[in-house]
């Protein structure tokens, strides 16, 4: 069984950690197929938004496979961390807008994974939070970083030192969700999002994806140097001019990302 399943549709990839079983937490196998997958998303030119969730409904991921996780030794638990920290950086890192579907447990590594998309949306039943310091070890996965950039050092801190979880209004109400639904509706509020987003300009998503992302880690004024250099990315394309064409003939756009 594949531990991580992909499917593209209408210029949409659908990332689904498929270990149901075991409130799809990560193992080592798991990882490196969701880096083989990530990687191979940064680089393709029809896959415009990416939503990742969890298959099954009781868990988006419940974090590190701790049942794995008992039968390392310290190289090999030095090995996963340092992987699951490269792909959630890479997902982090992908050019597309990213969506996660949040159908369950988010917890420990699984928060990181959902903080590490654009857009997380969750299912009223869902939990959430950093579990990590009740097992005596620390958010290694980006949660130190991301989450405080989310919602403030101080609130941060007190959900990573008290292990605390969440419900999904509680998490709504922090800032860390796009929307709370129910849960027969999560996919097709994803995929409402997507088509949204699948409106517009290819280049202009990436190229202010990029800008906000790059500028938030540094000063105004090199932040806005950052906005100009994307800006000029997207004066020669195609898209550009079809999007002025459009508005003189009254019809919408057809952007093909060139």
Known sequence: ???VLFEKKDNIAYVTINREEALNCFNYETLQKLQEVTDSI?????????IFTGAGEKAFSAGADLKERKTLNETEVRRNVKAIRDVFNSIAELPQPTIAAVNGYALGGGFELMVACDF??????ATLGLTETSWAIIPGAGGTQRLPR????MKAKELIFTAKRLTADEAYELGLLLQVVEKENLLSSCEELAKNILKNGPVAIKQAKYAINEGMNTDLRTGLAIESKAYELTIPTE?????????SEKRKPVFTGR
């Open 239 to 247: 898209d550009r001019m079809e999007a002025l064409h459009a508005f």
């Open 120 to 125: 997380p949306i969750a299912v009223k039943e």
């Open 150 to 153: 989310l919602i403030g050092e």
């Open 42 to 50: 940064a680089i393709d030119p029809e896959v415009r938004v990416v």
């Open 1 to 3: 069984m594949e531990p």
